[in-house]
């Protein structure tokens, strides 16, 4: 990590502490656990978890602040910052119970200070108890950096667990934020995420999404273009195998003129494992020269794999232009005997072909070399054995 990084925990008054509790849990005491019904659900077999082998109970979460750590950090943010960050949270974050449970259980709230330059951050979850985390990145005005995120899940028995987690990006006016999130999961996790990245004026902001391993997880991604002239691009690969089951729900909401945003995600699926993409474009009326375009592009190498697209819009101003395009489909086999023809092995073949598929996605972000390079055999490990 850069040594001029700053690594913080919020510092509340007791005032603000209050005012902000008393806020959540208005929210809080309304939610409750999801339902299969829900529509945002209804892939997930939500009705379906043990809570008890998770060793969480929803009926019994404490809501008392008192418990949570003591902030006993140097303060690095001006009371302005601080009330503007917690208004955000209370106003962006969505009202999904699992996002809520994280602002309400974690034992503190961590604010990342984002400054010039490239920074790599790794968090650790360990144990099979529940992890609950609430992470807050902020870059000021006029900044420019490239964040690498490594969550990094391990537990020693065998018994299902849950972590749940609440992320927040924030670029202000005239930044450049680009942020490499890689989760790395054990087999026995029930991962909850939810991601939200807000651009101000002028902004722009790229978020590649790599999450490898775990058993079930569900990802909600909410980006609002609060300003205008932000730009948001979302990229990024699942691999998945095994009988994992991935759930990514990403929807782009903008709220003034003149701004862009993309979501362009890839999932190669084998084994008995189910990845599930809903994409959605928000513009609501009244709004000038909005770009908007989304696309997911799916790859089956086995017949009892199972990759599904949903692609949505929901486009109320008529000065934009919006795009989207979806495919779920198997490698090409005029390709793949093509290659047999020329010598290679079946294996080195489907190889090809895959490493083919994602590696455009991979090879445009902004990192180094040997980071491109340990993603790709992080897939290729997962799908084909790292042959």
Avoid at 66 to 78: C, I, P, V
Avoid at 233 to 244: H, K
Avoid at 302 to 321: G, Y
């Amino acid at each position: 990590m850069n040594s001029s990084l700053i690594k913080n925990r919020l510092v509340l008054t007791k005032e603000q502490n209050q005012k902000f509790h008393t806020s959540l849990l208005e929210i809080w005491n309304q939610l409750e656990l999801p339902k299969d019904s829900e529509e945002k659900w209804r892939k997930f077999p939500i009705g379906s978890v043990d809570w008890n082998e998770l060793q969480f109970d929803p009926k019994e979460i404490s809501t008392d602040s008192s418990e949570s750590e003591e902030n006993t950090a140097e303060q690095a943010l001006s009371e302005e910052i601080i009330d503007s960050i917690f208004s955000d949270i209370l106003k962006y974050t969505p009202k999904d119970y699992f996002a809520f449970l994280c602002l309400v259980v974690a034992p503190k709230y961590e604010v990342i200070l984002l400054e010039e330059g490239e920074s790599d951050f790794d968090f650790e979850e360990e144990g099979d108890q529940p992890k609950h985390s609430v992470r807050i990145f902020y870059l000021r005005k006029g900044k420019t950096t490239k964040t690498q995120i490594h969550i990094k899940n391990h537990h020693d028995s065998e018994n299902l667990h849950l972590t749940s987690a609440l992320d927040f990006y924030i670029a202000e006016d005239s930044s450049y934020l680009e942020i490499l999130d890689r989760e790395s999961s054990d087999p026995d996790l029930y991962r909850f995420r939810n991601v939200c990245i807000l651009g101000r004026n002028d902004s722009h902001v790229k978020y590649h999404y790599y999450p490898m391993g775990g058993f079930r997880s569900k990802l909600f991604l909410h980006a609002h273009l609060l300003g205008k002239g932000a730009e948001v691009t979302v990229d990024g690969v699942s691999a998945l195998g095994g009988r994992n089951l991935k759930d990514l729900d990403m929807e782009m909401f903008h709220h003034a003129d003149h701004t862009t945003s993309k979501i362009s995600y890839k999932a190669i699926v084998t084994d008995k494992s189910h990845h599930i993409f809903t994409g959605n474009l928000i513009i609501p009326p009244n709004l000038k020269k909005v770009t908007a375009h989304q696309e997911s592009f799916n790859l089956s190498l086995n017949k009892k794999a199972r990759a599904e697209a949903n692609p949505k819009l929901e486009v109320l101003a008529e000065d934009v232009s919006c795009t989207h395009g979806a495919t779920v489909g198997d490698i090409d086999e005029e390709q793949y005997f093509y290659l047999l023809s020329r010598g290679l092995t079946p294996e080195e073949s489907k190889s090809l072909l895959v490493t083919a598929f994602y590696g455009e996605t991979i090879h445009s972000i902004g990192f180094s070399e040997e980071v491109k390079l340990s993603l790709e055999s992080e897939i290729k490990e997962i799908l084909v054995g790292g042959k």
